[in-house]
């Protein structure tokens, strides 16, 4: 969205390249955010305001974000590649599951390189339209969340007026997603529809950033019935860092909502979600993810729990979405 040079290193934000290879980052999702609304707050927004207008005409971006939604994440699109252009192969832009085990077999082999996999804060950039769904997916993308801050033609929001659950549209999205490859994200979403697209789901889905009720009861977090059905389909939950997500910025508050969703659903269904460079404010940077491991540590997991929080139930998730159709493929799943 702004005007950063994420290959440089910098002091604003919590994201850049010199600071993911210092964190020892493999892989980081940078999503895409078309639409907010004027006032923006957890508890009710309409769609009728948008405020990326005015920033996108501001920074001068391509005439066409100015007002297409659709233009902006392709514009999102393109700068990233420019980015990995800028990165003297730093940064590689993942796209299926072959180019995502080649990004760890070099790292494997001693190779500093991050993998940066493109996704999208809320659907409301297909405006209304099935088929660009498709140019999203041409472009790159290859998770989406449903909603964002307010209700669309394709779900209800948990911030939305009305907060209903997928619309004709939506289901037909989900559905798409699926065949093409990209991983439905049901954060932000309301419950109705987070519901109703676990009811439907055929493939793993995630929950990418956000916090647990049972431990930070805002109204965003997920109940343990949404724990649970995320973990049926062989998805995972990603731990937000933020006041909002786990009620602190304190590492210690991020390891209990990763310990109840262990308790809830398993180790396997549970990793990081940051939402760095998202408008929040966090108790580290992506150079500083080492306090996570170390809190995992001191509460007694095991290196092989860790390495699944920290980073394997992502890559199984990854490479399950990114397939071409097919059965998802769950772990070894305990009765829940």
Not at 151 to 173: I, Y
Not at 209 to 232: K, M, P, S, Y
């Amino acid at each position: 969205m702004w005007k950063r040079d994420i290959s440089k290193p910098s002091d604003q934000g919590q994201v850049d390249v010199p600071r993911l290879l210092a964190g020892n980052v493999a892989i980081q999702v940078f999503s895409s955010v078309t639409k907010t609304p004027a006032g923006q707050n957890y508890d009710a927004n309409g769609a009728d305001t948008d405020q990326i207008r005015w920033l996108a005409i501001g920074q001068l971006q391509p005439v066409k974000t100015w007002t297409s939604l659709l233009e902006r994440s392709l514009w999102h699109a393109t700068k990233l590649e420019r980015a990995e252009a800028r990165s003297k192969g730093a940064l590689r832009i993942i796209n299926d599951p072959g180019e995502l085990d080649a990004l760890l077999a070099d790292r494997a082999r001693g190779q500093k390189v991050v993998g940066a996999i493109l996704s999208v804060e809320g659907l409301q950039n297909l405006e209304g339209k099935l088929a660009n769904l498709d140019r999203l997916y041409a472009a790159g993308f290859r998770m989406a969340g449903l909603a964002h801050f307010f209700d669309n033609e394709v779900a209800g929001s948990m911030h939305g007026l009305k907060k209903g659950g997928l619309t004709p549209l939506g289901r037909q999205v989900v559905r798409r997603m699926e065949a093409l490859g990209m991983i439905v994200d049901v954060a932000h979403a309301s419950h109705q529809s987070v519901a109703e697209t676990l009811a439907m789901a055929r493939r793993p889905v995630v929950s990418s950033h956000g916090g647990v009720q049972a431990t930070c009861r805002v109204n965003r977090n997920l109940t343990d019935d949404e724990i649970r059905g995320i973990a049926r389909t062989g998805g995972v939950i990603g731990i937000g860092y933020w006041d909002a997500a786990v009620c602190s910025t304190a590492p210690n508050a991020i390891v209990d909502a990763i310990d109840h969703v262990r308790r809830v659903a398993g180790i396997d269904h549970v990793g990081l979600g940051s939402d760095f460079d998202g408008s929040v404010t966090t108790g580290f940077d992506t150079s500083r993810l080492a306090v996570i491991t170390q809190t995992l540590r001191e509460r007694g997991y095991s290196d092989a729990d860790i390495a699944k929080v920290m980073g394997g139930n992502t890559v199984r998730l990854l490479r399950a979405g990114m397939r071409p159709f097919g059965p998802p493929s769950p772990p070894p799943a305990r009765s829940l």
